[in-house]
């Protein structure tokens, strides 16, 4: 069960030497690419790189799966209270790997496992609507964040632990499991002090990388996914993308072809898988992409203000929404398709007279093949005009696969932060933004500024029309 | 209820001269919008933009309202069968307006109305998948194509069909709502030999521009929304934006100063709610943003490959997903938030203990102020790093505000196209697509290229990693 990556169509032989790669431009990167390489396996050496271990983390996998069957059958909801890197792996591996209408299905249907609920937001009217949908005595609420203290995660758990504690009095603490680090922050405290059940999120593993750790893991266990699969298939990823080789190491290749493209101007990267249960997984990528390698400095501190932007897109949904603008737009982008060469069902489309000719043609067919030609008809259209376009081909969706799929593109990430030489394991530019919050929320030790931020937003009247 | 547009960090005074709009710069274009103005007045005047009409069509909107009273309870599903312009509306409303899980609300919930399915895709796990969850039964399909042939549509109908025909044997007519051209296309002449209920796309009303025609009415109407109230805000955006006046016409000014700031590089346009219930509001735009304004050829026939690159991004979600590259990435793009100043629901965060200094802050406030006070902070830490920004203001999300907002932004999109000289009804770039997608399902006349297209597309096996 291997995943293929074809850049075909990324080369000048297939849409021209303007918006095509040659071999000797990848050549020409190949020494930059083993220094890349010999970093990383160096940072991984020295334990920087925790989340490339995660595929081997088996007692932390039986211990998750230890307190899935102890809690079995005990809860009608599991709601995951994260956000960012703490939310966008769970609902990538459930849309992926679990039924498309989950929590529509009966409770029988679902094997008595509980739905899920990943309220990623502080929209009061998502929170309230959600608390209208699920009756917290039989809610098990996953809290995920890393510092602990993160305030759109820290504020929808206050809220739910009070949803608890009204429901059920001081009883509440077995409803409620925290991942968070091993020892600091709010959250380890309060869980300590509470009696939670608790899950770690190991050193070494950022948000965006964390989506085989316990953060991801115990979502996808407790609705049933087959998380020793999916890990078996990121440890068959990390036996392909450590070869130090590019053209025979799939992470590495796409993350050169991509790069090269970059600085040619192809500064957009759009992710467009031709199924929808991999639609989420474009959006766990999109994280990844943007956080890891959006950067004002490189590692050496001058200012690079670099970083593609990820897009989501979805096929055959978007053939109707955005490839109007891929085919004939700037040359800004690169696509990446993830393509499924079986699906779980085959749907036959049925017979239709003869009279109709403009749809008679698919009588006979599956959906399964419209699909497919749909994606090869998308691909080819964009090759002839000249726009630069690559696939990962899964030969199906399971969880072998996606865990494969996972652990590439993380791999492709670090390794592009390398080539692009900055930092791919921070985020500086999130806490400008974290520092004003602070101080309109009255945080001790931020109030004063409030004024001043204030201050500094005044309207230009005569750009405001009203 | 007026949506407030305030372009402020659009401008040079708030985030500089490099990546800021100056006065002079609008008003250097005003002459050329005026032009725009007359031209989309024109057109209007000749019926080619009869979109513009739509908020007027009163007796349509009875028709609608007197179709769903007949069917009033009888359907616990109700499943849009379109894709594009056929689905993307609908979404849009049904998020923005209804319970934010109500599919999930109890019948009673839910007023006895239908749950809403819009299965836009031909992914054969997500079609088998939708019937393990519906009884066909107690379902009325809405199949929605203009053209009456769009492949994806009417494969989906042929296969929803098929079901009804399977449970109810030949009476299942009344099941099923064609939405469709008046006189053309395969779906009309099924839906008269088969005596469906039908409604009517008009005349001079694009996929991307019919959510307030029956395509986007229907499912509103059918599951609760006012659409009455929906088209007289559109109307009152109608008002609006008829303006001749740039500095008074929230349509034509946002417009003019994204044409600008294209021009200097920002190329890639970011809608970013502060919303749950408008995040697919931005998916709409999308479309409507990429396949007017993204095109090869200018309406004088050069070619000029130009357009914007729309990114749905959601507020407080993608702080922790995307801000950090726009806050230090390149310098390419603008982000365009919607907010809304009252939520429907207020929700209080509790208070913890102050020995939680991190968390502390938190408690005694609500989530309303948590997520304006972010809202503030992100556009206050992107104005502060020279990214233009601006942003819809909403009093609140309701029907009259939504439509009021959508119709804004079909005018600044319809008011776009003149500005960049491009044809921003038709989809050109789309038609290659189809015809090697006919051509490999063997639709007659087509069936000859299919071995070339397929020879075409060989491998290169250097760039392939298997």
Redesign the interface.
């Known amino acids: 069960m291997?995943i293929?990556?074809?850049?075909?169509n990324?080369?000048a032989?297939?849409v021209g030497d303007e918006h095509g790669v040659s071999?000797r431009e990848v050549e020409a990167l190949e020494s930059k690419a083993m220094t890349a390489h010999a970093e990383l396996s160096r940072k991984r050496a020295a334990g920087e790189l925790f989340w490339m271990e995660l595929p081997y983390q088996k007692a932390t996998v039986e211990e998750i799966l230890a307190y899935v069957g102890r809690v079995r059958g005990r809860f009608e909801n599991f709601v995951v209270v994260g956000?960012?890197?703490s939310?966008?792996g769970n609902i990538a591996l459930h849309s992926a790997l679990n039924?498309?209408?989950y929590?529509?299905?009966t409770a029988d249907?679902r094997g008595n496992r509980p739905r899920l609920f990943v309220p990623?937001?502080?929209?009061?009217?998502?929170?309230?609507?959600?608390l209208?949908?699920i009756d917290a005595e039989k809610t098990l609420f996953n809290v995920i964040t890393k510092s602990?203290?993160t305030?759109?995660t820290?504020?929808?758990f206050?809220?739910f632990?009070?949803a608890l504690a009204e429901r059920l009095g001081e009883n509440y603490a077995e409803h409620i499991v925290a991942t968070t680090d091993r020892s600091r922050?709010?959250l380890r405290?309060?869980a300590d002090q509470e009696g939670y059940q608790t899950f770690e999120v190991p050193e070494g593993v950022g948000?965006r990388f964390s989506v085989l750790s316990p953060v991801g893991l115990l979502s996808a266990a407790i609705t049933g996914i087959d998380v020793r699969e999916l890990l078996a298939g990121a440890a068959f990823a990390d036996e392909?993308c450590r070869v130090p080789d590019l053209?025979?190491?799939?992470a590495y290749?796409n993350a050169v072809?991509q790069y090269i493209l970059y600085w040619r101007g192809h500064?957009?990267s759009v992710m467009m898988p031709?199924?929808?249960?991999l639609r989420d997984v474009a959006?766990w990528y999109?994280?990844l992409w943007?956080?890891s390698?959006?950067?004002?400095n490189s590692m050496a501190g001058g200012i690079v203000?670099?970083?593609p932007?990820p897009?989501?897109a979805?096929?055959?949904?978007d053939?109707?929404?955005?490839?109007?603008?891929?085919?004939?737009?700037?040359?800004?982008?690169v696509i990446n398709f993830l393509t499924v060469e079986h699906?779980?069902?085959?749907?036959?489309?049925?017979n239709?007279a003869e009279?109709?000719?403009?749809?008679?043609?698919?009588?006979g067919?599956?959906?399964?093949?419209?699909?497919a030609?749909?994606q090869?008809?998308?691909?080819?259209?964009l090759?002839?005009?000249h726009r630069p376009n690559c696939k990962h081909v899964l030969p199906e969706?399971n969880a072998f696969t996606v865990g494969q799929l996972l652990y590439i593109l993380e791999v492709q990430t670090a390794f592009s932060g390398e080539l692009y030489q900055v930092n791919a394991f921070n985020?500086?530019?999130?806490e400008?933004?974290?520092?004003?919050?602070?101080a309109?929320?009255?945080?001790?030790g931020y109030e004063d500024r409030r004024d001043r931020?204030l201050k500094?937003?005044?309207?230009?009247p005569?750009?405001?029309?009203?």
């Open positions: 291997r293929t990556f074809d850049g075909t990324l080369t032989a297939a071999e956000i960012g890197g939310a966008l039924h498309p209408f929590n529509l299905l249907k990623d937001n502080v929209d009061p009217d998502l929170i309230a609507g959600l209208d949908v602990g203290d305030a759109e820290m504020a929808n206050l809220i632990r009070q922050g709010a405290r309060i948000g392909r053209w025979k190491n799939p290749l072809l500064s957009i031709y199924s929808q249960h959006d999109r994280q943007a956080e390698l959006g950067k004002r203000n670099v970083g932007t897009v989501k979805l096929g055959t949904t053939q109707h929404s955005q490839l109007q603008l891929y085919v004939e737009g700037p040359y800004d982008k699906y779980a069902e085959v749907v036959p489309i049925p239709v009279a109709f000719p403009a749809i008679a043609y698919l009588g067919h599956t959906l399964n093949e419209l699909i030609s749909e090869f008809a998308t691909e080819q259209a090759t002839n005009n969706v985020q500086p530019g999130v400008e933004g974290k520092v004003i919050t602070y309109l929320m009255g945080r001790s931020y500094a937003a005044e309207r230009n005569r750009f405001v029309v009203a």
